[in-house]
């Protein structure tokens, strides 16, 4: 596609991810008005897809100038990233398929607009930030956090005292994880691993590698297949939920004998290595649901193949003598590098919160260090994606009210 057509199907991929995104929406109204971001600066590090454009037009919309850059090699939408670039206050510096080198001078690019107010995915931009743009510190207001892998970094930056500046874990709140990462996570995985394979799911044994919030959403819609589900853990609280839930828990070692398709959720490294490549079924399917390309060993793999070869779009096909071991977009997240990521209506309550922690941020001093997104925020989230879906619930009486908070009623 030409320049021209690139930004009209980016428009066309933004005006459905917007109309499916209704609480945001109402965000963006409010920012219009309100204007509570005038005259700050955002950079963001975030995956540019539709979903993620409806989220810049609403800071954009509340008077905020707007850098952002890609979160990962392969989940940039080039339509995208264009439609993003021709928007008022708005710069761009995404695109499919960069190298490592690329991907870093992306992020450097936003820095270069000295933000206030950072949004990150993984904690790539604070941990260059922090490394090497130390100089840029003083200007931070504050940043938000979109996922797990990125929050645990910053509490373990935030442990050794290394962490300069206040940042949301947005991840964290309820109305993200509880929808984002399971119902999110489970749809689109699924929706990457299936359209990329384009094999039956039913009847086949699914390894998923983490009962987290993302591998319990995995888990279910492999259920929901049909799959034979094998879940393997290291927290024993986790792995007993997933027993009860009905799945069959196991070492991995042991799993790694059985599957046929394998889907990594962990934040870790390492979680499929040589050991499990060796003992893995002809025809196994690896794919991982992790942020970082890192739970599946590929430098191990490689080093076991006597040959490599691509079979499908987004499939290498590792030889292992009398084996073949097929590895779904390089190890990346499988969600957006061989998908379109989470649906619409979920990303709008993610989103959302964003949106208001960034809001947040700029009307209040927070100290440095990881901080919850705020509870009436949270519940702010709740509330609106409700009442979009016309959905209206009980209120506690006076009566209830104190009685719940109350300690004087006996039996």
Same mark, same amino acid.
């Given at each position: 596609?030409?320049?021209?057509?690139?930004?009209?199907?980016?428009?066309?991929?933004?005006?459905?991810?917007?109309?499916?995104?209704?609480?945001?929406?109402?965000?963006?109204?409010?920012?219009?008005?309100?204007?509570?971001?005038?005259?700050?600066?955002? $950079?963001?590090? &975030?995956?540019?897809?539709?979903? +993620?454009?409806?989220? %810049?037009?609403? *800071?954009? @919309?509340?008077?905020?100038?707007?850098?952002?850059?890609?979160?990962?090699?392969l989940?940039?939408?080039?339509?995208?990233?264009?439609?993003l670039?021709t928007?008022?206050?708005?710069?761009?510096?995404?695109?499919?398929?960069?190298?490592?080198?690329?991907?870093?001078?992306?992020?450097?690019?936003?820095?270069?607009?000295?933000p206030?107010?950072?949004?990150?995915?993984?904690?790539?931009?604070?941990?260059?930030?922090?490394?090497?743009r130390?100089?840029?510190? $003083?200007?931070? &207001?504050?940043?938000?956090?979109? +996922?797990?892998?990125? %929050?645990?970094? *910053?509490? @373990?930056?935030?442990?050794?005292?290394?962490l300069?500046m206040?940042?949301?874990?947005?991840?964290?709140?309820?109305?993200?994880?509880?929808?984002?990462?399971?119902?999110?996570?489970?749809?689109?995985?699924?929706?990457?691993?299936?359209?990329?394979?384009?094999?039956?799911?039913?009847?086949?044994?699914?390894?998923?590698?983490?009962?987290?919030?993302?591998?319990?959403?995995?888990?279910?819609?492999?259920?929901?297949?049909?799959?034979?589900?094998?879940?393997?853990?290291?927290?024993?609280v986790?792995?007993?939920?997933?027993?009860?839930?009905g799945?069959?828990?196991?070492?991995?070692?042991?799993?790694?004998?059985?599957?046929d398709?394998?889907?990594?959720?962990?934040?870790?490294?390492?979680?499929?290595g040589?050991?499990?490549?060796?003992?893995?079924?002809?025809?196994?399917?690896l794919?991982?649901?992790?942020?970082?390309?890192?739970?599946?060993?590929?430098?191990?793999?490689?080093?076991?193949?006597?040959s490599v070869?691509?079979?499908?779009?987004?499939?290498?096909?590792?030889?292992?003598?009398?084996?073949?071991?097929?590895?779904?977009?390089?190890?990346?997240?499988?969600?957006?590098?061989?998908?379109?990521?989470?649906?619409?209506?979920?990303?709008?309550?993610?989103?959302?919160?964003?949106?208001?922690?960034?809001?947040?941020?700029?009307?209040?001093?927070?100290?440095?260090?990881?901080?919850?997104?705020?509870?009436?925020?949270?519940?702010?989230?709740?509330?609106?994606?409700?009442?979009?879906?016309g959905?209206?619930?009980?209120?506690?009486?006076?009566?209830?009210?104190?009685?719940?908070?109350?300690?004087?009623?006996?039996?």
């Amino acid at each position: 596609m030409n320049e021209k057509e690139l930004i009209e199907s980016g428009n066309m991929k933004m005006e459905w991810a917007r109309n499916h995104m209704p609480v945001l929406e109402i965000i963006r109204k409010q920012f219009i008005e309100e204007q509570p971001l005038k005259g700050h600066t955002v $950079s963001m590090a &975030l995956h540019v897809e539709a979903k +993620t454009a409806v989220l %810049v037009e609403t *800071l954009a @919309a509340g008077g905020a100038k707007v850098a952002i850059s890609g979160c990962n090699p392969l989940s940039t939408q080039d339509d995208v990233a264009w439609a993003l670039d021709t928007r008022k206050n708005v710069s761009c510096f995404a695109k499919y398929g960069c190298n490592n080198q690329e991907y870093y001078e992306a992020i450097d690019a936003v820095l270069d607009f000295e933000p206030d107010i950072t949004i990150d995915d993984g904690a790539d931009l604070i941990f260059k930030l922090h490394k090497e743009r130390t100089d840029l510190l $003083s200007n931070i &207001l504050g940043g938000c956090e979109e +996922t797990t892998t990125g %929050v645990h970094r *910053l509490h @373990a930056m935030d442990k050794e005292g290394a962490l300069k500046m206040p940042v949301i874990a947005v991840n964290d709140a309820m109305t993200k994880y509880l929808f984002d990462n399971r119902y999110g996570t489970g749809q689109s995985a699924w929706d990457g691993i299936n359209r990329t394979t384009n094999l039956l799911v039913a009847g086949k044994n699914v390894v998923v590698a983490g009962y987290g919030w993302c591998g319990r959403g995995v888990a279910l819609r492999a259920a929901g297949l049909g799959a034979n589900v094998l879940v393997t853990e290291v927290d024993p609280v986790r792995a007993l939920e997933a027993r009860m839930d009905g799945y069959r828990v196991m070492p991995m070692r042991e799993a790694a004998k059985l599957g046929d398709i394998f889907v990594t959720a962990t934040g870790n490294r390492d979680i499929l290595g040589e050991d499990d490549f060796k003992v893995m079924r002809d025809g196994a399917i690896l794919a991982n649901s992790g942020h970082f390309n890192v739970e599946i060993d590929m430098e191990a793999l490689e080093a076991l193949a006597k040959s490599v070869r691509t079979v499908r779009h987004n499939i290498k096909e590792y030889e292992l003598g009398n084996r073949r071991i097929n590895v779904i977009a390089d190890g990346r997240l499988v969600n957006l590098a061989a998908g379109d990521g989470h649906p619409a209506e979920v990303m709008d309550m993610s989103f959302a919160n964003q949106a208001l922690c960034v809001r947040y941020i700029a009307e209040n001093k927070l100290n440095n260090g990881v901080h919850k997104v705020p509870l009436e925020l949270d519940t702010s989230v709740a509330k609106l994606k409700l009442e979009s879906m016309g959905i209206s619930i009980d209120e506690l009486t006076n009566e209830q009210e104190r009685y719940m908070t109350g300690w004087e009623f006996g039996t």
